[in-house]
């Protein structure tokens, strides 16, 4: 991994998680000349999501950058067990992750910066430039684009056909192209990668509410899980300073778990950094596609990160693109219609899902409390009402209509008489 030779390249992704990389490493093997931009010099753990959906690896298995996954230390998870203080421990229940997408099996938790790291050197073995620690990268549209970006001091300049800016919600690239998000901040979260979990089972995941605190626990086999909690954003500063993360784990103790979380709280050793975020939905102003210039992944926007699809989201949005510089040799903005058409009515059904997600699980008090006691009764009665949990498993457009619609969510939310 070096800094860029052909200053020419087809392509230019700056940005290198999970939707540049794959991007890279997808593009080179398909024979088009790549150069990858990541300001990382190394990849560590920026705290991103490290559970993807069945639909999601289905993405990357299209793209050929599953075995990412798998040799970065990806775990298969094969039940959710939801865990919540409106039902006792023992009378969870249980769903098979399973069955929902032939050929995938359950969703996988996998620690985030192996994968990047796998995808970045995959794109580099097929022939990509593959450029880390790539600073101040800049980037001008049009017929020619242009990015410039400083390694070791140096300034380097780049004139590929197209740049894919995947930045992340930074959305560095798409603020130099004009592109402005509007944002919404439902609550806050934060997460952490732990070891020495050797009680809990790692077939398991746990999703549920306590107090005010959101709580997920993604095991990653060997007792390592990546741990995450929602919480209102006043209580912020619970996590922060002095002692945040011993207060993080402890806040496991809770009495919906089966052990009350002593598998959790009890055992856990950190093994990255604790990192807290605003848990934020963020919807682009202006076109994704300019001249010269395509956004994917966090950079064009992203639903609430508590519904745990942005990983999927990112490489159905790569897929898409590639699919289009593979596929011929037209790159011009109208090119990229399908996409744009998928997409807004993909994040359309995402943002619906998350808010009824959020409304759900990140609301906290007894109103709250009570409203999720009726939802779950109400799933109780008639499966159809835990339609909005599909979105976990396969992509949106494999959802049902009827989960999308004010007459679902009204019916999912109100009070009974
Ligand atoms: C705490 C948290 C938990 C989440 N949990 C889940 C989950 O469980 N499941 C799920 O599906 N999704 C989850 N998500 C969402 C998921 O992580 C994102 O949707 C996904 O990482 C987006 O990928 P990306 O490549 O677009 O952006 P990012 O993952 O943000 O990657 C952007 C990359 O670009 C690099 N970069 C940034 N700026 C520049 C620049 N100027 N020049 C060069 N490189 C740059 C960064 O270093 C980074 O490597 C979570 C997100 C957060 C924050």
């Given at each position: 991994m070096s800094e860029a030779t052909d200053d020419a390249p087809d392509v230019v992704v700056v940005g290198g998680g999970?939707?540049?990389?794959?991007?890279?490493?997808?593009?080179a093997a398909s024979g088009l000349s790549v150069a990858l931009l990541e300001k990382q010099a190394e990849y560590t753990d920026i705290v991103r999501g490290e559970w993807i959906a069945p639909w999601g690896l289905q993405e990357a298995q299209r793209l050929g950058v599953d075995e990412c996954f798998g040799f970065g230390g990806g775990w298969e998870i094969r039940e959710w067990t939801q865990w919540d203080e409106t039902v006792a421990?023992?009378?969870?229940?249980?769903?098979?992750?399973?069955?929902?997408?032939?050929?995938?099996?359950?969703?996988?938790?996998?620690?985030?910066?192996?994968?990047?790291?796998?995808?970045?050197?995959?794109?580099?073995?097929?022939?990509?430039?593959?450029?880390?620690?790539?600073?101040?990268?800049?980037?001008?549209?049009?017929?020619?684009?242009?990015?410039?970006?400083?390694?070791d001091g140096v300034e380097h300049e780049l004139r590929p056909r197209l740049v894919i800016g995947a930045t992340g919600r930074s959305c560095t690239v798409g603020r130099q192209v004009g592109v402005s998000m509007t944002n919404s901040v439902h609550h806050w979260g934060g997460g952490l990668r732990v070891a020495g979990l050797d009680d809990w089972p790692m077939d398991v995941q746990a999703m549920g509410t306590e107090g005010e605190r959101m709580f997920m626990v993604f095991p990653q086999g060997d007792g390592m899980a990546r741990l995450y909690i929602n919480f209102p954003t006043e209580n912020r500063p619970r996590y922060q300073g002095d002692g945040g993360v011993d207060r993080f784990i402890a806040d496991f103790e809770l009495s919906s778990l089966p052990d009350g979380g002593a598998s959790v709280y009890s055992a856990a050793t950190p093994i990255g950094p604790l990192k807290l975020w605003p848990s934020v939905a963020m919807f682009p102003e202006q076109s994704i596609v300019t001249d010269g210039v395509v956004l994917v992944g966090d950079e064009a926007g992203n639903a609430d990160t508590v519904l745990g699809t942005g990983l999927s989201c990112s490489l159905r949005d790569t897929r898409m693109v590639c699919d289009v510089l593979t596929g011929g040799d037209d790159w011009s903005p109208a090119a990229f219609e399908p996409y744009l058409i998928e997409r807004k009515f993909r994040m359309e059904r995402l943002h619906f899902g998350a808010d009824i997600v959020a409304k759900l699980y990140c609301e906290f008090g007894p109103e709250a409390m009570a409203r999720r006691r009726r939802a779950r009764e109400l799933m109780e009665e008639n499966f159809a009402a835990s339609v909005t949990g599909l979105l976990n498993m396969v992509a949106p457009e494999n959802v049902p209509d009827f989960g999308f619609s004010e007459f679902f969510a009204e019916r999912l939310f109100r009070e009974r008489v």
């Open positions: 999970i939707a540049g990389a794959s991007a890279a490493a997808h593009l421990p023992g009378d969870a229940e249980t769903v098979d992750m399973t069955r929902f997408v032939p050929g995938v099996g359950g969703p996988m938790a996998f620690p985030h910066h192996t994968v990047c790291e796998l995808m970045a050197e995959q794109a580099a073995d097929a022939g990509a430039t593959v450029v880390m620690g790539a600073q101040r990268a800049a980037v001008t549209g049009g017929e020619q684009p242009t990015v410039t970006y400083r390694l």
